[in-house]
C-alpha cells in the first residue's frame, strides 16, 4: 500500500523599519516532507510433496492337488470301496462319481469275445487306462452281474490316466521294484518267461506286471480280483 503525503510549509517572515540602526531579518524556509513508505507483505506457502513408497513382496501360493483316483485304493477285496461281488450298476456309478465318465463300455455281451472268461455274459468298462471287469459268474459271486476284477494299467501315454491308484501304502504303476519290495516284504518277484513278462505277487486276488525284476525296474500294471483267464 502506497501513501503519500507532502507537506509544504513556507513560513516567511519580513521586518522593516525605516530605522537605519535597526537589522533587517531575512526569510526563513523550513520544508518538511513525509515520505511515503511501502510495505508490501508478501504470503509465503511452502509446498511440501509427501511421497510414500510402499514395497510389498509378491506373495507366492503353492497349491498341491490331488488327483481324485487316490480314493480308488488298490486291493484284493476290490477298488476303493467296491468290493468284489457288488451290483454291477452301482460299481460304475461309484468310480463314475470320482474319475468321470469311461471312455468305453462293451456293454453285456458274450464272454467267449474276450477269450476264457467265466459265466454266460460280461461287461468291461474303462477309464483310460483303467478296465473293470463283470460277469454273472466268478469265484466271488454266480447266477448274477456283480463286479469281479479290475486291471490298472499299463500307461498307453506318458502318464498313467486315471491318476493316483495305489495300494493302501503308497504302491501304484510307477513304483520301483526297490519300493514294492519295502512296502509288501513277502511280495514274489518273478523274472519271467517266454509267455509272460516280469511280474509280482502280493497276496490272492493282487499281483501284476514289471519293467525288469532289479531295483530299478518299475511296476506297469496291477491286477485285482480274479477275472479272464483265472
Not at 207 to 226: C, K, M, P, Q, R
Request: contains cysteine; charged residues 10%.
Amino acid at each position: 500500500m502506497l501513501v503519500g503525503t507532502l507537506v509544504l510549509a513556507i513560513v516567511a517572515t519580513a521586518c522593516g523599519s525605516d530605522d537605519a540602526s535597526g537589522p533587517a531579518t531575512s526569510a526563513s524556509a523550513t520544508t518538511a516532507v513525509i515520505g511515503a513508505t511501502t510495505s508490501t507483505v508478501g504470503t509465503t506457502t511452502t509446498s511440501s510433496t509427501s511421497t510414500s513408497t510402499s514395497t510389498s513382496a509378491p506373495s507366492t501360493t503353492t497349491s498341491t492337488t490331488t488327483p481324485p483316483g487316490v480314493q480308488l485304493v488298490l486291493s484284493e477285496t476290490g477298488l476303493g470301496t467296491a468290493a468284489f461281488g457288488a451290483e454291477a450298476d452301482g460299481v460304475v456309478s461309484y468310480v463314475d462319481s470320482i474319475i468321470g465318465a469311461p471312455t468305453t463300455d462293451t456293454g453285456w455281451v458274450d464272454p467267449a469275445t474276450f477269450g476264457a472268461c467265466p459265466g454266460t455274459e460280461l461287461r468291461i468298462v474303462t477309464w483310460n487306462d483303467l478296465s473293470l471287469y463283470f460277469s454273472d459268474e466268478s469265484i466271488v459271486a454266480t447266477g448274477r452281474r456283480h463286479f469281479m476284477s479290475y486291471i490298472y494299467g499299463p500307461a498307453f501315454a506318458a502318464e498313467i490316466n486315471p491318476l493316483g491308484l495305489r495300494t493302501s501304502n503308497g504302491i501304484g504303476v510307477g513304483s520301483t521294484v526297490a519300493e514294492l519290495r519295502g512296502a509288501f516284504p513277502t511280495a514274489v518277484v518273478n523274472p519271467g518267461d517266454e509267455l509272460a513278462g516280469p511280474s509280482f505277487f502280493i497276496v490272492d486276488g493282487l499281483f501284476g506286471y514289471l519293467s525288469g525284476i532289479s531295483d530299478a525296474d518299475v511296476v506297469t500294471e496291477f491286477v485285482g480280483g480274479f477275472g479272464c483267464g483265472e
